[in-house]
């Protein structure tokens, strides 16, 4: 490629080519290379303090932004942006961080945005993540948690032992059958199949006589088909009689019939325990999911104003301005500064009066978020694990009550928490219209279908409906196909002074890292601007 001597590379266009072909990871190593940064994430070694680098030092020029928002996104911005020197200020509407990161524990309370109130009952030291609850291995999460010092234990994603329950699905119906049998015999048949296919001499195949074996092999292997290639059970599938001590060998069971299995439609369920987030081994931060924007928080004593609901995001060529009330009186106030990062969720930002251009709050209003909702059980017993042999995982069902989540913590503990649904779309919004002892009632009735022992066991229970959560009114920011084309990459362009963060504002959407890698792309924005502002000043003086 010939070298255009008439244009040379900006550290701007360097920084959205880096972004363009490695993402967020890519700008934040490239802006570390290039010294734009304070202390680098990666090569911390003290966790209780960021120590100032000497960027920070000389970058003490009283710049000022004002944060939207004191969840994931708004606070690890402050917590960036600080390590460079600037002021930050952040303006949160409820009486707690995390925003979206929300753990109930005993005393939690809260009232939907139709006035119903609800407060958990859950003993000491039970919980419920009422938002995410996971973290996959490839996520930058692990890195602040690491950093933060917040301790991770391990999340059982799938687990083979946790059940498939579907209703009107053929014979299969109305069984807890566990997912390792319906795993095993699906790759059984499936193998079988495609070995029959590969053993015709008439296939049309690029592969040699050779390849075809080696192909029969592994397929003989991948499914444990028996001598001549067809499936007959494995012990893969579990026993009908364990194997133990003495004269025990244990005892196969009689394999699922092939058209048993696709009636049921539960073979569609599987390849949800193996995409690339959903991991089979996943984590958790040791104590609940908000252990996270709590050592967030730690760093940035002082710097949140707690119920401070904004009511106007206004902006000059000179600065921004916001106007916000407080719960106490609802007294208006006002908050000054260079910069504003708003990390304030579209379904409540659409609302707010804002200098924003027309496309911009077009965009805004555009995105659908998505309505889920959960419930979390308190039992008396940890009935899942002692008669079931069930220690963490997820029971899948084709009920409204969608999902079962037997908690990763605790193990062999007499009292749990499990989350007695998990659902999504209209399931959610059929169970957020009802009252709050329907859901419960309903949950109940349903799990203990799976498990009998829901309503001798049960103790209390809380529930979320996040469409009707007031700050939030949804779980995450699902965009189509003509969504990312038409309004995405406007609302990831800065409005003035104004930038948006959060996890709508990444391909990482409804996952912790979306906000953490926004809100790092923010921040390298402004940075940018402002020691390109200090050039030009320093030309002009």
């Known amino acids: 490629m010939e070298y255009n001597k008439e244009k040379s590379i900006t550290r701007r266009d360097f920084l959205n080519h880096a972004g363009k072909v490695g993402g967020a990871v890519a700008v934040w190593s490239a802006m570390e290379s290039l010294g734009l940064l304070g202390n ?43 390590k460079a020197g600037y002021d930050c200020r952040i303006l949160e509407a409820r009486n707690r961080t995390g925003g979206r990161n929300w753990t109930v524990r005993k005393g939690t309370s809260e009232t939907e945005i139709n006035g119903v109130k609800q407060t958990s009952n859950f003993d000491k030291g039970q919980y419920m993540n009422a938002g995410p609850a996971r973290i996959p291995q490839n996520h930058v999460t692990l890195d602040y948690c690491r950093e933060l010092g917040v301790e991770l234990e391990v999340f059982a994603n799938s687990n083979e032992f946790s059940y498939y329950y579907h209703e009107n ?128 928080e730690e760093k940035l004593s ?57 496309p911009m709050k077009n965009a805004i209003k555009s995105i659908e978020y998505a309505t889920t909702g959960k419930i979390g059980f308190q039992f008396n017993n940890r009935f899942w694990e002692q008669d079931d042999r069930i220690l963490g995982g997820i029971t899948t069902t084709n009920m409204d009550i969608s999902q079962i989540w037997y908690p990763s913590n605790g193990y062999l503990t007499q ?79 800065p409005q003035g002074r104004i930038h948006l963060a959060g996890e709508h504002l990444s391909y ?8 953490f890698e926004s809100a790092r792309i923010v921040v390298s924005r402004i940075h940018e601007e402002v020691l390109k502002e200090g050039k030009v000043h320093s030309k002009v003086g």
């Open 40 to 82: 680098s994430m990666a090569s911390a070694k003290d966790f209780t303090a960021p120590k100032k680098s000497e960027l920070a030092i000389k970058n003490n020029n009283g710049k000022k932004v004002i944060i939207l928002g004191a969840g994931i996104a708004g606070m690890a911005a402050a917590y960036e942006l600080g």
């Open 415 to 493: 009292k749990g928490v499990l989350i007695g649904y998990y659902n999504f779309g209209q399931n959610a919004i059929d169970y957020g219209n009802l009252s709050l002892s329907q859901r419960h009632t309903r949950a109940l009735s349903q799990g203990g279908k799976i498990h009998p022992q829901f309503t001798k066991e049960i103790e209390n229970s809380f529930s979320v409906a996040w469409h009707k959560i007031k700050y939030t009114e949804g779980g995450w920011a699902e965009y189509s196909s003509s969504d990312r084309k038409n309004y995405y990459h406007i609302l990831n362009e």
């Open 302 to 358: 002082g710097l949140i104003t707690f119920g401070a609901e904004v009511q106007e995001i206004r902006q000059s060529a000179d600065g921004v301005r916001i106007v916000y009330t407080t719960k106490e009186n609802r007294k208006t106030k006002e908050i000054t500064g260079d910069y504003c990062i708003c990390t304030i969720p579209l379904p409540v930002l659409k609302n707010i009066p804002a200098d924003f251009s027309a």
């Open 169 to 296: 699905a053929g014979p299969l119906s109305n069984q807890k059958l566990r997912k390792g049998t319906v795993k095993a015999d699906t790759r059984g048949y499936v193998s079988e199949l495609l070995a029959k296919v590969a053993d015709k001499t008439a296939l049309d195949s690029p592969l040699s006589k050779d390849d075809i074996e080696r192909l029969r092999i592994y397929l003989k292997s991948e499914g444990d088909l028996s001598s001549d290639y067809l499936y007959k059970g494995s012990s893969r599938r579990g026993y009908k009689e364990l194997p133990g001590g003495g004269l025990q060998p244990g005892t196969t069971d009689t394999p699922f019939a092939l058209t048993e299995l696709l009636q049921s439609g539960m073979m569609n369920n599987i390849s949800g325990d193996y995409s690339f987030t959903q991991q089979p081994m996943m984590f958790q931060p040791v104590g609940g999911m908000d252990q996270i924007p709590k050592a967030l």
């Open 508 to 515: 990482l959407t409804g996952w912790m890292a979306g906000a």
